[in-house]
């Protein structure tokens, strides 16, 4: 088993797993959650408040409404199953935030721009915190740099909800609900790719985009003028860097230059944490304002001097 595993979370390569089962059982995910009244100090029940905990280990996961229902990992990942192909793979498997969301990663085929390659994941999430459905995202990474490339569009959805449904019938159709806005926003992403790549900056505009993301103000503080300058360096080795060699000059390089310098956030410490895995997975899949807004720049001309 590779990966890591404590108290708190679980990170461990499940590659040549041929089902949702075997990946969960590899990973340490195969518990069951249960629910349980929740009493005050005095011994009274307060409603509508109802524990969630892991049968296991009596665990609490999270307290939530009486409202709230259960969907153990073996329900909420089996649809998994009807992906898993020529075309995808199951990869990594894990939890962060004391086991209260646990999730699994699917690698995708691979595709390139311009000669460029990047590898595709579909991220699973499942939580038992009352964070509400099964979260899918998408998420392409550039292979020179395994930098995230979490272009928010507004054509196609990145981060999309699943229904849990127990049946054989209603799984296919999440997978294939699943598979069908995946390929829509990679697809949408491609474009998006290409359309940078074409749009021509001189050196100039890239200082002004450096600028822009890390301003400095008027009256801005000796360390706060430090740090905006350290940040600006940190994208301009980025933007130097030999792998975007061929997208130097394009606002693709640019975008390119500000979410491998994102990803440095995310690169694996030498020391595991929990919060490590909880901020590693709110980054996959909820994004990066920085990159969003390199984004804006890029496209509006907002750089332009």
Known sequence: MAGIMNSNSSWVKVAGSATSEEVLK????????????????????IDPWRNNYREDTRQSLGIVSD???????????????????????YLNAGACKNYKVNWIQVKLEPREIMGDGYNNYLFFKNSFDGGGAIKVCVTPVRIACTNMLNLALKRAQRVFSIRHTGDIAGKIREADMTLELSEKYLTEVQEDYVRLARIKLTPQQVTNIWEQLFPIAKDATTTAKHNAERQRDQL????????????????????????????LETAQPLRMT?????????????????????CELVTVGTYRP
């Open 26 to 45: 590899k990973a340490g995910l195969d518990f069951t959650v249960a629910q349980e009244p929740v009493f005050d100090g005095l011994g009274y029940q």
């Open 67 to 89: 409202k709230y229902r259960i969907c153990q990992n073996r329900d909420a990942f089996a649809f998994i199953d009807g992906l898993i192909g020529p075309k995808a793979e």
């Open 236 to 263: 301009v080795r980025a933007y130097n860097a030999d792998d975007l060699g061929n997208f130097r000059g394009t606002a693709f390089g640019v975008v390119n230059a500000v979410s491998n310098t994102v990803s």
């Open 274 to 294: 929990d919060s490590w895995f909880g901020n590693l997975f709110d980054k996959v899949t909820n994004g990066h304002p920085l990159l969003d807004k390199a």
